[in-house]
């Protein structure tokens, strides 16, 4: 019974990250017009990514186990909405990709760093 809630939170945490890194940029494009559409666009990028992306990590880090691979996929939806939206001729979103993993998985080393502290 506990597989099967760790599997459903998984494909729940998955959806989110389609619908946040993926779709949102999508929609963003296609719906704010255009003048305002880069700020938008800036928006996601620096502010509403990174943040979850650290939730992502936390929630990794403190359920564990099948959850470690949802940043993973966070970082991979990013990648695909990016090359949805700009063409795949972009690399440079891989490295905006990259950051955001990098900050899941410091989230997952601090909050693993801190049950450690509380454990003492």
Known sequence: MK???????????VLISTI??????VLVAVLVPSDAGMMACLILFFVVNPIYSAAVGIVAGK???LLLIVPVVSALMFILGTWI?????DYTFVLYAAY???ISVLAVFMVNLLSLRTRR
């Open 3 to 13: 597989q099967k809630n760790v599997i459903t939170t998984c494909i729940g945490w």
């Open 20 to 25: 946040v890194m993926c779709l949102l940029p």
């Open 63 to 65: 359920k564990g186990g």
């Open 100 to 102: 955001y993993l990098l």
């Open 85 to 89: 939206l700009f063409g795949l001729a």
